[in-house]
């Protein structure tokens, strides 16, 4: 199974922009990439996912590298109700299963 | 909310007892997934249906584990003769029919204890 790799914690200022990376080298050319948050003691929630190109919602912006060997989640201006842990995961194309991560702990100081 | 539940919430039994978890997907969405996490950790992939028909099953859902869903609408999750290491938040999702690519919607989870 295809694995990501993201770093255990990030720590960012409140209202500035956060980029969380992702690895995903073993990534097969037709997996997506899905992005999740979780707050503690909840279920995660979608944050937004993307195949090739770069995509764009209200709540972040998914940078593709070429290669399809990394991406980032880039939050254009963080604040306290974003402190979450992040999980970058793949959508296999064989049986639609998410592969989880550890993910990334966000931590928002105002 | 997601518009996917799961009751109960929270569920605190004792070694050896069975438990049995309810999760009610959003109505059109045909796949349902279940997933286990233990503290610290990302969810776990515990089995999956389309409709009512479960086609895939982790090696990590032992035979005390079971889970249904008659009728393709809601799913349980059985555990019998549960153990102090089946502690965990159990946790359902569903996605739309037609999209595989979809995103998976969650509910909240019921976290169980085992004492």
């Known amino acids: 199974d295809a694995k990501t790799t993201q770093p255990n914690s990030m720590e960012s200022n409140e209202e500035e922009p956060v980029h969380l990376p992702c690895n995903h080298s073993t990534i097969s050319g037709t997996d997506y990439i899905h992005w999740y948050r979780q707050l503690p003691s909840q279920g995660p929630e979608y944050v937004i996912h993307g195949l090739t190109s770069n995509v764009n919602n209200r709540m972040a912006s998914l940078a593709i590298a070429e290669d399809r060997k990394s991406s980032t989640l880039i939050l254009h201006r963080a604040t306290l109700r974003d402190a979450a842990v992040y999980y970058c995961i793949l959508l296999q194309d064989s049986n639609y299963q998410l592969i989880w991560g550890a993910g990334t702990k966000l931590i928002i100081k105002p | 909310d997601t518009g996917v539940s799961q009751d109960p919430r929270h569920k605190i039994t004792k070694r050896g007892q069975n438990v049995t978890f309810r999760c009610d997907p959003i109505?059109?969405?045909?796949?349902l997934y279940w997933y286990r996490q233990t503290l610290g950790q990302g969810p776990e992939f515990l089995t999956y249906?389309?409709?009512?028909?479960?086609?895939?099953k982790s090696r990590l859902l032992s035979d005390r584990f079971s889970a249904e869903r008659p009728k393709g609408s809601f799913s349980t999750l059985e555990i019998q003769r549960t153990e102090q290491g089946d502690s965990a938040m159990y946790l359902c999702?569903?996605?739309?029919?037609?999209?595989?690519?979809?995103?998976?919607?969650f509910g909240q989870g019921t976290r169980l204890t085992v004492v």
């Open positions: 109505s059109e969405h045909n796949r």
């Open positions: 249906f389309q409709n009512e028909a479960q086609l895939e």
């Open positions: 999702a569903s996605r739309t029919p037609g999209q595989p690519y979809s995103r998976a919607f």
